[in-house]
């Protein structure tokens, strides 16, 4: 059954919505850290944290979606989590999904699952967060997926795979990036409000 979306066309402000990787964020993790930070977030969670079935993991966010109601919805993902939003994406064209963070993004071929991604640019503006030193994916593959996907990359370095156990609890670049894509959102809407009033006042 295709989940029924909301249109591409909201009226509110940008939710978050926090797309864990395997086994799940901690409470010290930056996933949770944006999550406390901000009532309005949602999170995805998981069936089973242990089990990478990318297809169970991409109709979770459907179901999340749904649950949660009217977006548009930025998606901050991380590691396995960031192929279930592209996996998400590609499977539903009317996801209120409409700009994704994807930080330390698996290597798909880990575990076998790259050719159930799209390999074509995203239906929403998209940036990769990637280290130099990521045991989860190379750089150099990490650049060849964000090509891809039409995604803007940055790069941290001697990052490690970006989460606690390489010291990373709280990820300031994180919410920067969220406050600048939510207000870009805004004006976007406000935008497509004012054309439409204008179209409907000539009729």
């Known amino acids: 059954m295709v989940p029924a979306f909301v ?5 509110s402000a940008p939710r978050l919505l926090i797309v864990p990787g ?11 850290w944006l999550q406390q930070a901000d009532r309005r977030a949602v999170r995805v969670v998981q069936r ?10 991409a109709s979770r966010i459907d179901s999340t979606l749904e649950r949660a109601g009217p ?3 930025i998606a901050v993902a991380h590691s ?29 071929d880990k575990f076998g699952v790259a050719a159930l991604l799209p390999t074509q640019p995203l239906a929403v503006p998209s940036t990769l967060l990637i280290s130099e030193t990521d045991p989860w994916m190379t750089a150099a593959n990490a650049r060849r997926w964000a090509q891809r996907w039409g995604s803007h990359t940055i790069n941290l370095g001697n990052a490690g ?21 939510s207000q870009r959102l805004e004006r976007t ?15």
């Open 189 to 203: 809407q406000r935008a497509d409000r004012a054309a439409f009033a204008e179209w409907s006042f000539a009729l």
């Open 161 to 181: 795979h970006i989460n606690t156990e390489a010291g990373f609890g709280p990820l300031p670049l994180a919410r920067r990036w969220i406050t600048t894509m």
């Open 7 to 11: 249109s591409r066309h909201p009226r």
């Open 22 to 32: 395997l086994h799940d964020s901690g409470p010290a993790h930056w996933q949770s």
């Open 48 to 57: 089973d944290w242990t089990q990478p079935d990318l297809d169970r993991w």
């Open 80 to 108: 396995f989590g960031c192929l279930a939003v592209a996996r998400h994406l590609a499977l539903q064209p009317a996801s209120p999904i409409a700009a994704a963070l994807l930080v330390a993004p698996a290597d798909p």
């Open 71 to 73: 977006g548009p919805w």
